[in-house]
């Protein structure tokens, strides 16, 4: 990365555009008084170019497909894809209730070895569950990245069942949010 697009000013980047002071509530019934925004990192084509670069240092080597999970991967898979030209797919949290009816979608599985790729992490519940699909696909996943780790138990989780988190912000990383509208 060049000067303008080190760690610390993309840190400061993200947080400007992305963490939002105000009550945000999680699937599992939890509110949180900050979250990330994920749609406004996705919706800033800079930003989002210059967060796949720097997740690009955080593929393994020997990675040979990236997977995206809906909705907030999909962005990010699509734009780490154009920096490292690793082929991606797109996963759904449940197959497709018509049309195609797939839950996997884009590139050929064909036993490839397979990083998840995710906004923010959390419990780590999403990623096990997408690993778990593209196992049963016959993808070996032994890695997954995100943009931000929360220390809730992912990282954790996801060892227990052999697959490596690399996060390239955790919560401690970013400043405090600024006030924001939950829109």
Do not use: W
């Not at 993200?14 to 509110?31: M, T, W, Y």
């Not at 069942?161 to 390239?168: A, D, E, G, N, Q």
Request: charged content about 20%; hydrophobic content about 45%; glycine content about 10%.
């Amino acid at each position: 990365m060049t000067t303008s697009t080190s760690l610390a000013g993309l840190t400061a980047r993200l947080a400007e555009a992305s963490c939002v002071k105000g009550p945000f509530n999680l699937a599992n019934g939890e509110q949180l008084d900050t979250y990330f925004d994920e749609y406004r990192l996705a919706a800033d084509p800079a930003l989002l170019r210059d967060t796949a670069a720097a997740m690009a240092a955080l593929v393994p080597d020997d990675a040979q497909l990236l997977a995206g999970i809906e909705l907030g991967g999909v962005p990010l898979v699509v734009a780490l894809s154009a920096v490292t030209g690793l082929p991606a797919v797109f996963l759904r949290r449940s197959p497709k209730g018509y049309g195609s009816r797939r839950q996997i979608e884009g590139a050929a599985l064909d036993g490839r070895r397979t990083v998840l790729v995710d906004d923010v992490v959390r419990s780590g519940g999403q990623l096990l569950a997408m690993t778990n699909t593209l196992r049963v696909a016959g993808a070996p996943v032994t890695d997954a990245l995100c943009v931000l780790e929360r220390p809730l138990g992912g990282r954790t989780l996801l060892a227990e069942h052999r697959v490596t988190l690399h996060s390239l912000l955790t919560e401690v990383d970013l400043p405090a949010p600024r006030p924001g509208d939950a829109s």
